[in-house]
């Protein structure tokens, strides 16, 4: 009889401790600071979102956290995503922020990985970009006919494998024959834009919502021309600018564009959290990631700044993830060739 009241008890006394433990959780980031840490430096597109986000999306949170910012570069977002997936704290507080292009390489095989794509906690993306090439006029070349008859390899830059400056590149060299040299290495957008203004460069490939973003200015002057869009379909902006795909002459070659460029764009600007986060937590930065994309003062910003909204959910994104790792067997080594120099 003794022993039976003693589990009773002991059992009320675990449900009892446990219902604040849910509340407690509701009300945790009162008080508390998120990190949205960005794999890419300041003055990209990468970066932009993230602060504008930033910028609104604590008082989205229950609680108002205070919200801040970090840049951690480098191996074109490696380092950053290694660091979500091993050392992040599991507390809800660090949000990362990077490409989707790196699962292609974890599928791929390539060296330095040290995650799993399927295994962190998605948010969502803020925006589906376009993505096109654009040529400084130093590169004296203003239509991709142009480039096409180029007698030399024009250098475009990137941050490295995984990053859809460098595999847009490539994908275009290997699909369509256009004459490009990829060359890596770059801390970010900012930083091959600032090499192809001295003539380093010739251009680069980027969305277009970056490519606004940076080249507002440039692009009305002539100082940089759009010549080639790398997505399925036109963008309303570029009805005159042709894509990727009208050039490619055989169905590898659009296999190729489909499964290097086309299907992961949507997966562009990831937001996520470390693998193992709480659930609770998971969700309730899910619905602030929306609410704050919902914000009006975001979206005033995002006007301002040229910046696309057209949000995602995270666990759309976590189904989209998981297809990739479906992707066909027999493109695996055709896609290692051609973006794992």
């Known amino acids: 009889m003794f022993r039976r009241l003693f589990y009773l ?6 449900l009892q401790s446990a219902s604040p433990v849910y509340a407690s959780s ?9 990190r949205f840490i960005v794999a890419f430096s300041p ?3 990468f970066d932009a979102y993230t602060r504008t986000i930033a910028r609104h999306f604590g008082k989205h949170v229950p609680g108002n956290p205070t919200v801040i910012v970090e840049n951690m570069t ?9 660091y979500m997936y091993q050392r992040a704290k599991l507390d809800g507080l660090t949000i990362g922020n990077n490409i989707g292009g790196l699962f292609l390489q974890q599928i791929m095989g390539a060296k330095g990985i040290e995650f799993d794509g399927r295994k962190f906690g998605y948010l969502g993306v803020p925006q589906v970009p376009q993505s096109v ?15 096409f008859a180029a007698k030399e390899p024009l250098k475009l830059g990137g941050v490295g494998p995984g990053g859809n400056m460098s595999d847009i590149a490539r994908t275009l060299k290997t699909a369509l ?10 801390k970010g957008a900012s930083d091959v834009r600032l090499a192809a203004d001295s003539g ?13 973003i940076m080249l507002r200015q440039p692009l009305q002057t002539g100082d940089y021309t759009v010549v080639l869009q790398a997505a399925p379909k036109k963008h309303p902006d570029l009805p005159n600018v042709p894509l990727a795909v009208e050039f490619a002459k055989t169905d590898e070659a659009r296999q190729l564009l489909k499964y290097a460029v086309h299907d992961v764009t949507i997966i562009q600007y990831l937001y996520f959290l470390p693998p193992g986060s ?11 990631f929306l609410d704050t994309l919902k914000d009006p003062e975001l979206l005033a910003d995002a006007t301002k700044a040229n910046m696309g909204i057209s949000p995602v959910p995270g666990e759309e994104i976590e189904n989209i993830v998981n297809g990739l790792f479906k992707i066909d067997a027999m493109m695996i080594p055709k896609l290692k060739g051609m973006l794992v120099p």
């Open 43 to 45: 003055g990209g597109a």
């Open 133 to 147: 090439c654009v040529l400084s006029k130093v590169s004296g070349i203003n239509s991709v006919q142009q480039w």
């Open 278 to 288: 709480a659930k609770e937590r998971l969700q309730t930065l899910r619905r602030a």
């Open 9 to 14: 008890i002991a059992a009320v006394g675990i």
């Open 74 to 82: 480098g191996a074109g977002g490696f380092i950053h995503a290694n």
């Open 177 to 186: 024959g256009l004459p490009i040299r990829v060359v890596d290495g770059y």
């Open 200 to 212: 380093e460069l010739g251009g680069f490939c980027l969305t277009w919502d970056a490519t606004k």
């Open 26 to 34: 509701h009300d945790f980031y009162a008080g508390k600071t998120i």
